[in-house]
């Protein structure tokens, strides 16, 4: 059973740029959600959504945005790139309604802008 | 204050140690624990995951919760050089996301 995958691994932006990443959740899997790790904050939530829809929402500005397709493939998208964007993005899948519950990351994508 | 608080480490011990991990928390509404494993540049791996007070043991790996303390372990016992990763906490309220300890960095020393 194939994991999540997170496209592209390593991406490098200028600033101002924008960004667009993709993850595909295991297959079943309806929920996914998006986290952004650094050396300093650790892994915080940035949001989920389940069938389409976003369900819930971490505290990152209006720059940071987020789609799901009826496949449940996830994208995410960073507009108006900042030095302080660059980070390692996960996502998670996850089967259940309720949110969270015995999710699996993927490899993650490393953003560093420049 | 931090919602989750954990060990900052780094952490060394050698090889067959037992290692005990902590994280507290100080919001009552978390209802699921998790312990995830990150080897570096890949991303957090499920170790354990619980919704009760009490012990659960899966192979070397025992997680503890005490809800009344807000304070959950992870013990893995005959550590081995493949441990060495960031071992991060994970609590969930019903209905929320995840919310994340900083992770706390192990070397298991051969």
């Known amino acids: 059973k194939a994991g999540v995958t997170q496209t592209p691994r390593y991406l490098i932006k200028t600033r101002g740029q924008q960004v667009t990443l993709s993850c595909s959740p295991i297959?079943?899997?309806?929920?996914v959600s998006w986290y952004q790790q650094t050396p300093g904050q650790g892994l915080q939530f940035l949001f989920e959504?389940?069938?389409?829809?976003?369900?819930n929402k971490g505290n990152f500005p209006g720059r940071f945005s987020g789609r799901q397709f009826s496949n449940s493939r996830s994208e995410m998208n960073v507009s108006t790139l900042e030095l302080g964007d660059s980070a390692l993005y996960l996502c998670?899948?996850?089967?259940?309604?309720?949110?969270?519950?015995?999710?699996?990351f993927g490899q993650g994508t490393r953003l560093t802008v420049v | 204050q931090k919602e989750v608080e954990q060990d900052p480490g780094p952490l060394s011990v050698p090889e067959g140690a037992i290692v005990s991990l902590n994280c507290t928390y100080s919001n009552s509404a978390f209802q699921y624990f998790m312990w995830y494993r990150q080897y570096s540049r890949k991303g957090p791996e499920l170790l354990m995951y619980t919704y009760s007070s009490g012990n659960k043991e899966d192979g070397r790996f025992t997680a503890q919760v005490d809800k009344s303390s807000k304070y959950i372990s992870l013990f893995i016992r005959d550590s081995q050089p493949s441990d060495s990763a960031t071992y991060l906490c994970a609590m969930i309220p019903y209905g929320q996301n995840f919310v994340f300890g900083p992770g706390t960095r192990l070397s298991v020393l051969p």
């Open positions: 998670a899948s996850s089967t259940t309604a309720e949110t969270g519950t015995e999710a699996f």
């Open positions: 297959s079943g899997h309806r929920s």
């Open positions: 959504y389940f069938s389409e829809t976003q369900r």
